[in-house]
């Protein structure tokens, strides 16, 4: 059978004069103090005085006399009661400035009464793993106490503190390890006030103070002291690579260790996780980031200046190889805009009432689509046709070379007769007499002294320049056909 705490604390015997009967005593708030031993916390007092105010106190405070002041008290057990009564007191009822308490009998082992009360509050309070880790602690000292005392306690006195705490010997020995190793401040501002959750504190406390300190820094360096989200995984996570990178030797010329470590750790967890950079391989030496990187070495200040001119000026070239491919469609978007700008001039309209009348959404806003149509503003490849969302520029360029696969005009393809005064014709017509323009015709010709019915006429492709066709000088033109120009 296992060991029993709680029989061996039942069966030591009490050397002071209580007979077994507890009384109940009226005594003013005034006379009772608190035990400066007390290591639970004084949470949620405003809750409990208003529970008291409207229900009464259903259980008194237990209290022992102050042996250094007569007529003192110090409490025992019921500090958050008493510190609710206190509050209603400051809040102007009077009401509960006596508080019923139960006095315990002078003499006795103080260290076995407190005892007793821990292991019976054990399953009945609910405690914060700081609260368990002070509470273990004093039970351990209590424990030491009474075997000074005379109390003898088999086996290990980890076990039995454990059994008094209710916890197991594995969370008694990492509330332990976080009692004793995490950074005092850390533990203090976080730990105790129940901001930071105990395997995250275990974590920490397994690593160097500074190093504990440089975590909690970063997790709290958006002016929040709520720090529940820094999980256990991510402290473990930090800590190695803050350790790794702490022993890391410079590969500068100053050589040492590394003196950029708080900002590799910056940019390899800015996202709050361990990110996917250089920063997770170390030295800043080596690294393709160098250039653009805002937490660099210091160190590697001039070698970053010449790689960000390096990068600045192919980036340059780069850019300039890349116009000069998109050079013939941005002179194409170009032209596009130029002749929709002296349509719109010719036919007496504005452009954006007439994309509107057309159910064209224009692609550009009015201002700049204005210049574009002037022939002025910026045109980039990317930039939409005239025609907004309804044709594209591949688009265009498509149809344009089949129309000059088959040597008709796109009016043709697209089923529209025109007039002969219109810009395109149904299918080719051929025109009679003297053109009206410079330019390259296909022409039908015969000699001058053939006769029409007897010589069918010829046709080439020929120049008419200065009124003059580059025939043979009694070549006789009967009609021609303007060749389209070359886009």
């Given at each position: 059978?296992?060991?029993?705490?709680?029989?061996?604390?039942?069966?030591?015997?009490?050397?002071?004069?209580?007979?077994?009967?507890?009384?109940?005593?009226?005594?003013?708030?005034?006379?009772?103090?608190?035990?400066?031993?007390?290591?639970?916390?004084?949470?949620?007092?405003?809750e409990?005085?208003?529970?008291?105010?409207?229900?009464?106190?259903?259980?008194?405070?237990?209290?022992?006399?102050?042996?250094?002041?007569?007529?003192e008290?110090?409490?025992?057990?019921?500090?958050?009661?008493?510190?609710?009564?206190?509050?209603?007191?400051?809040?102007?009822?009077?009401?509960?400035?006596?508080?019923?308490c139960?006095?315990?009998?002078?003499?006795?082992?103080?260290?076995?009464?407190?005892l007793?009360?821990?292991?019976?509050?054990?399953?009945?309070?609910?405690?914060?793993?700081?609260?368990?880790?002070?509470?273990?602690?004093?039970v351990?000292?209590?424990?030491?106490?009474?075997?000074?005392?005379?109390?003898e306690?088999?086996?290990?006195?980890?076990?039995?503190?454990?059994?008094?705490?209710?916890?197991?010997?594995?969370?008694?020995?990492?509330?332990?390890?976080?009692?004793?190793?995490?950074?005092?401040?850390?533990?203090?501002?976080?730990?105790?006030?129940?901001?930071?959750?105990?395997?995250?504190?275990?974590?920490?406390?397994k690593?160097?103070?500074?190093?504990?300190?440089v975590?909690?820094?970063r997790?709290?360096?958006?002016?929040?002291?709520?720090?529940?989200?820094l999980?256990?995984?991510?402290v473990?996570?930090?800590?190695?690579?803050?350790q790794?990178?702490?022993?890391?030797?410079?590969?500068?010329?100053?050589?040492?260790?590394?003196?950029?470590?708080?900002?590799?750790?910056?940019?390899?967890y800015?996202?709050?996780?361990?990110?996917?950079?250089?920063?997770?391989?170390?030295?800043?030496?080596?690294?393709?980031?160098?250039?653009?990187?805002?937490?660099?070495?210091?160190?590697?200040?001039?070698?970053?200046?010449?790689?960000?001119?390096?990068?600045?000026?192919?980036?340059?070239?780069?850019?300039?190889?890349?116009?000069?491919r998109?050079?013939?469609?941005?002179d194409?978007?170009?032209?596009?805009?130029s002749?929709?700008?002296?349509?719109?001039?010719?036919?007496?309209?504005?452009?954006?009432?007439?994309?509107?009348?057309?159910?064209?959404?224009?692609?550009?806003?009015?201002?700049?689509?204005?210049?574009?149509?002037?022939?002025?503003?910026?045109?980039?490849?990317?930039?939409?046709?005239p025609?907004?969302?309804?044709?594209?520029?591949?688009?265009?360029?498509?149809?344009?070379?089949?129309?000059?696969?088959?040597g008709?005009?796109?009016?043709?393809?697209?089923?529209?007769?025109?007039?002969?005064?219109?810009?395109?014709?149904?299918?080719?017509?051929?025109?009679?007499?003297?053109?009206?323009?410079?330019?390259?015709?296909?022409?039908?010709?015969?000699?001058?002294?053939?006769?029409?019915?007897?010589?069918?006429?010829?046709?080439?492709?020929?120049?008419?320049?200065?009124?003059?066709?580059?025939?043979?000088?009694?070549?006789?033109?009967?009609?021609?056909?303007?060749?389209?120009?070359?886009?």
């Amino acid at each position: 059978m296992g060991f029993d705490l709680a029989s061996v604390l039942k069966n030591v015997p009490e050397s002071g004069t209580n007979d077994g009967r507890e009384r109940i005593e009226y005594i003013g708030l005034d006379k009772l103090h608190d035990d400066p031993n007390n290591f639970y916390s004084l949470d949620g007092i405003k809750e409990l005085a208003e529970n008291i105010e409207f229900a009464g106190l259903q259980q008194p405070v237990r209290v022992r006399r102050d042996a250094e002041h007569s007529g003192e008290y110090i409490i025992v057990s019921g500090h958050r009661r008493t510190a609710a009564m206190r509050k209603i007191v400051e809040d102007g009822n009077k009401a509960f400035e006596t508080v019923p308490c139960i006095v315990e009998a002078d003499g006795g082992s103080e260290a076995l009464r407190e005892l007793r009360l821990i292991y019976a509050n054990s399953d009945t309070r609910r405690m914060s793993s700081a609260d368990i880790s002070k509470q273990a602690e004093r039970v351990e000292a209590l424990l030491y106490q009474l075997k000074e005392e005379g109390v003898e306690f088999p086996g290990r006195m980890r076990d039995h503190v454990a059994e008094a705490c209710k916890v197991s010997k594995s969370k008694l020995s990492r509330l332990k390890v976080i009692r004793d190793k995490l950074a005092p401040d850390i533990y203090a501002g976080y730990y105790e006030k129940g901001k930071l959750p105990e395997d995250t504190a275990y974590e920490l406390a397994k690593l160097p103070v500074d190093t504990q300190r440089v975590i909690v820094d970063r997790a709290t360096r958006k002016d929040r002291d709520d720090i529940r989200y820094l999980y256990s995984s991510r402290v473990k996570d930090q800590g190695a690579d803050i350790q790794r990178f702490s022993k890391m030797a410079c590969r500068c010329e100053q050589g040492g260790t590394c003196a950029n470590v708080l900002n590799m750790v910056d940019k390899l967890y800015s996202n709050g996780w361990r990110g996917y950079t250089h920063c997770g391989s170390g030295c800043c030496y080596d690294c393709d980031e160098l250039a653009t990187c805002s937490k660099c070495c210091s160190r590697m200040a001039e070698v970053k200046a010449q790689k960000k001119a390096e990068n600045k000026e192919a980036k340059a070239a780069k850019a300039a190889a890349q116009a000069e491919r998109d050079r013939p469609a941005v002179d194409a978007l170009r032209l596009m805009w130029s002749r929709m700008g002296e349509a719109c001039k010719r036919a007496g309209v504005d452009y954006n009432e007439v994309c509107d009348e057309a159910d064209i959404y224009a692609a550009l806003p009015p201002k700049d689509a204005a210049k574009l149509l002037d022939g002025d503003g910026k045109l980039t490849a990317d930039t939409r046709t005239p025609f907004g969302y309804v044709v594209g520029r591949d688009t265009i360029a498509r149809l344009v070379k089949l129309a000059d696969l088959l040597g008709c005009s796109l009016d043709y393809l697209f089923g529209r007769d025109v007039p002969e005064s219109g810009t395109g014709t149904a299918e080719p017509k051929w025109q009679t007499g003297e053109p009206p323009e410079d330019g390259e015709y296909l022409v039908r010709y015969r000699a001058a002294d053939d006769a029409e019915t007897e010589c069918p006429d010829l046709s080439d492709v020929r120049t008419f320049c200065g009124g003059v066709w580059s025939l043979f000088p009694d070549a006789v033109v009967t009609a021609w056909y303007r060749v389209p120009r070359k886009r």
